[in-house]
Nanobody
Framework: QVQLVESGGGVVQPGGSLRLSCTVS????????LGWFRQAPGKEREFVAT????????YYADSVKGRSTISRDNAKNTVYLQMNSLKPDDTAVYYC???????????????WGQGTQVTVSS
C-alpha cells in the first residue's frame, strides 16, 4: 500500500521560507513521478511542482516559479518543496502525490497524502 506523509507546514510571515517534506512508502514500481499541489480555502486544488524520481526534469507552476525548488532524496524516499519569498496567496493546504508513470504531469496522479497547512500571514 502506497502511503505519503507530508510535514513542514506552519505559519510564516510574508517574505519568509518553508521547506515541506513528503515521505513515501510502499512503492513497488520503479518508474514514477512526484508532485506537489495546493488547495486554498474556497478554491480548487492546483498544481505546484513536479519531479521524476530520477531528479530531472522538473516543472513548476508559474505562480511559484523562481521562488520554489522541488527536490528528492532517494535514500530517504522523500521529496521536498523549498518555498521562498512566501506571499499571503501561498496560504493553502499542500499535498504531495505520486504518479505511476515516468512522464511529468500537472494533473493525473494516483496516490495522495493527507496534506500539510501553510499559512502566510503577518
Amino acid at each position: 500500500q502506497v502511503q505519503l506523509v507530508e510535514s513542514g507546514g506552519g505559519v510564516v510571515q510574508p517574505g519568509g521560507s518553508l521547506r515541506l517534506s513528503c515521505t513515501v512508502s510502499g512503492l513497488i514500481f520503479n518508474t514514477y513521478v512526484l508532485g506537489w499541489f495546493r488547495q486554498a480555502p474556497g478554491k480548487e486544488r492546483e498544481f505546484v511542482a513536479t519531479i521524476t524520481w530520477g531528479g530531472v526534469p522538473t516543472y513548476y507552476a508559474d505562480s511559484v516559479k523562481g521562488r520554489s525548488t522541488i527536490s528528492r532524496d532517494n535514500a530517504k524516499n522523500t521529496v521536498y518543496l523549498q518555498m521562498n519569498s512566501l506571499k499571503p496567496d501561498d496560504t493553502a493546504v499542500y499535498y504531495c502525490a505520486v504518479r505511476r508513470s515516468g512522464l511529468l504531469s500537472t494533473r493525473e496522479y494516483d496516490y495522495w497524502g493527507q496534506g500539510t497547512q501553510v499559512t502566510v500571514s503577518s
